[in-house]
């Protein structure tokens, strides 16, 4: 499944069918996201209110436009702030699968109709709640790692697998660039190197053996 399937899906487990396909709660939580996302970047409560006062005095637009808008200016964000939305994208779904109870308690809170969220806190997740495979690796590996967000303890998933591939990918390079030291054709970057060498290096890295 696509990522965009993937958050339908975390949504219909999360607040059944009647609150996912509900056009303007989920609008409520896209405009709330967007607005913590401007404040955590220095956007002020009076620029923001300014520019609620002009979108809502503009013609209606297509959501079609409106929503690929969204998309393109969120890139575009991204990309100011030197971050990768997909990887973000990917930290916050893993983050709402563990936070699943505390989410669902909170949104059992909210008022009908009304665009704001619930008022409990998050809370730590329950031992309960299902974990998802990796989206790097495919891999069963997760493991639960607090973060503190917004002042409050959140959990979220770390993969053992990726970061144990992360750290010998690191040894393998620094292997690769002591020995290439003084070869003007060496390769720039990890990522620039055959798949065959990358290979080789990781299981010298592996095995702490000299070179063939």
Known sequence: MNFQERV???????????????VKQRAFRMLEE????AQA????AEEAHQLVDYVQSRPVGDPVQELGGVLLTVSGLATALNLDM????????NRCWVNLPAIQAKNATKKADSALPGV???AAPSEATAQPPCTTCRRDTLHKVATTVHGET?????????EEQAAMESKAWDLYCDETRNNRFAAESWDKLPQTVRDRYILRARTNSPPA
């Open 8 to 22: 339908g899906y975390w949504m219909l487990a999360c607040f059944g069918l009647d609150d996912t396909a509900s």
């Open 34 to 37: 967007a607005n913590e996302l």
């Open 41 to 44: 970047v220095g956007v002020t």
């Open 86 to 93: 997909e990887h973000a994208g990917e930290m916050e779904l």
């Open 120 to 122: 409990l806190p998050p």
């Open 154 to 162: 959140q959990w979220t998933w770390a993969c053992t697998t990726c």
